[in-house]
């Protein structure tokens, strides 16, 4: 009897050190991946007779000026956010969630001193679907709150990397700066961009990294079991027609 009651006393301290020990690495993991990021802010813009907006008041030519608009069906949205979920024993999970509920239009020029500008594309958050409806649903509800903000809106207002010509079917990589509105919220975030047009079609793909606070959004931390990263990785991989 002594045995039996000291081997369940030695069962019961493993686990309560195992507890504790989870307890205290998801702690210090949530603390880790969590840490405070400043908001940049909007950029203030200033319309251009034209009907450009820009940063500094300057007014852009709209000669040679063509506009492309974003095909939904053959464009994604999407946003990858690094999770560790401990009772699934995934400690390094990514979570990403995708979407083709993407619209928007942007104006071009190409030729001798390349041109993007007006660019103003808009996601529906509400559809974003990774592989698990449970955490679709906590993020709707708990983090983006699509039933109040149900869209992200960017709006561009310069462009840096362009070259100095370009011609058809060249790829190009430059940074589009604008405004990301998200969660009622509103700020300067910059888009690494790389695409080519060809004829009256345009493909590409643009990546920014954000802050869920940034926006005041809580990343989602379920007990600290379930906690996301306040990073995330915001890609969209577009096709858009000559309008």
């Not at 990073?231 to 991989?237: D, G, H, R, W």
């Amino acid at each position: 009897m002594r045995a039996r009651y000291t081997w369940f006393v030695g069962i019961g301290i493993v686990i309560i050190i195992i507890v504790v020990g989870a307890v205290l690495y998801t702690s210090r993991f949530a603390n880790t991946v969590n840490q405070t990021h400043t908001a940049s802010g909007p950029i203030a813009v200033t319309p251009t007779a034209a009907g450009a907006t820009t940063a500094t008041g300057t007014s852009t030519s709209s000669t040679g000026l063509r506009t492309f608009q974003i095909v939904p069906a053959q464009t994604t949205a999407s946003y990858s956010v690094y999770e560790n979920l401990v009772f699934q024993n995934k400690p390094n999970n990514d979570a990403v969630g995708t979407t083709h509920s993407v619209q928007g239009n942007f104006h071009i020029r190409t030729g001798t001193s390349p041109l993007v500008e007006a660019m103003n594309v808009k996601v529906d958050l509400s559809t974003l679907q990774t592989d698990s409806p449970m955490r679709d649903n906590y993020v709707r509800q708990h983090a983006l709150e699509t039933d109040t903000y149900p869209d992200a809106t960017f709006i561009s207002v310069s462009t840096q990397g362009l070259p100095a010509s370009y011609s058809d079917g060249q790829s190009v990589h430059f940074q589009l700066t604008g405004n990301l509105t998200m969660h009622g919220k509103t700020n300067k975030e910059v888009f690494d961009v790389q695409g080519k047009v060809v004829s009256k079609t345009i493909t590409g793909t643009a990546t920014s990294t954000i802050y869920m606070t940034d926006f005041g959004i809580q990343p989602p931390n379920l007990a600290n079991i379930a906690i996301s990263q306040n990073k995330v990785l915001i890609t969209i991989n577009f096709t858009a027609k000559e309008a």
